[in-house]
Each structure stands twice: as structure tokens, then as C-alpha cells.
């Protein structure tokens, strides 16, 4: 099991930019999938972004329709980190983010692969 904490969201205005930083301990992520969710108040939790080794240190990336062009995810191993960089933010952005992993590293977008949650962080967007 892996330890995973969010950190970097909070209150900003619509066209700005977030990033969103993901650490995890206890296990060597590098190896792992880890994703970004978000769920909005009284929505369901979706997929936004994932990253997944595919040999040596080559990740792919994967992200929803809805964010392309705007959501980047990327990984600092020696910090056991991932990151989701957010820009020209918008009203339907807002919500709380997490980020999960999954020790099989299986190219998935599905909430209930992903054995490891954080606890969220809250992005909230104004305009």
C-alpha cells in the first residue's frame, strides 16, 4: 500500500494556472499508474489524467476529451511525486482532485483499479 497526499489546490480565478502536486510514501511510485480524478459537488468522481511507466523512463499519458490541451500530468521521481498542471481554468473546473495509484500499472481510467487514494484537494474556481 502506498501513502499518497495532494496539495496545491485552493481558491483561484478563471484563465489562471495550478499545479497540483501529488507525493507519495511508503512505496516507489515510479513503477506504479497514478491518475487524476476530480468530482464535483453532486457528480461522479472522473477520470482527468493518468501516467504509467511503459520501459525504463518513458511514461505514457493518457487524459480526458474534456482537458486535453490544458491539464498536464508529469512525474519527479526522486520526489516520488506527480504532478497536474491546470491552465486557463474555468468554472467547470472547480471541484476536489485526487490522485490514485495502481501497483499493477495498467492502462486503465477506471476509479475502482486504482487501489490507492489520497484525500483530496479542493480547486475552487471564480469568475
Known amino acids: 500500500q502506498v501513502d499518497l497526499v495532494e496539495s496545491g489546490g485552493g481558491l483561484v480565478q478563471a484563465g489562471d494556472s495550478l499545479r497540483l502536486s501529488c507525493t507519495g510514501s511508503?512505496?516507489?511510485?515510479?513503477?506504479?499508474?497514478v491518475a487524476w480524478f476530480r468530482q464535483a459537488p453532486g457528480k461522479e468522481r472522473d477520470f482527468v489524467a493518468r501516467s504509467r511507466r511503459i520501459g525504463g523512463n518513458v511514461y505514457s499519458t493518457d487524459y480526458a476529451d474534456d482537458v486535453k490541451g490544458r491539464f498536464a500530468i508529469s512525474r519527479e521521481n526522486r520526489k516520488n511525486a506527480v504532478y497536474l498542471e491546470i491552465h486557463s481554468l474555468n468554472l467547470e473546473d472547480t471541484a476536489v482532485y485526487y490522485c490514485?495509484?495502481?501497483?499493477?500499472?495498467?492502462?486503465?481510467?477506471?476509479?475502482?483499479?486504482?487501489?490507492?487514494w489520497g484525500q483530496g484537494t479542493q480547486v475552487t474556481v471564480s469568475s
Open positions: 490514485a495509484a495502481d501497483s499493477g500499472n495498467r492502462d486503465t481510467r477506471l476509479p475502482s483499479d486504482y487501489a490507492d
Open positions: 511508503g512505496r516507489d511510485i515510479s513503477r506504479y499508474a
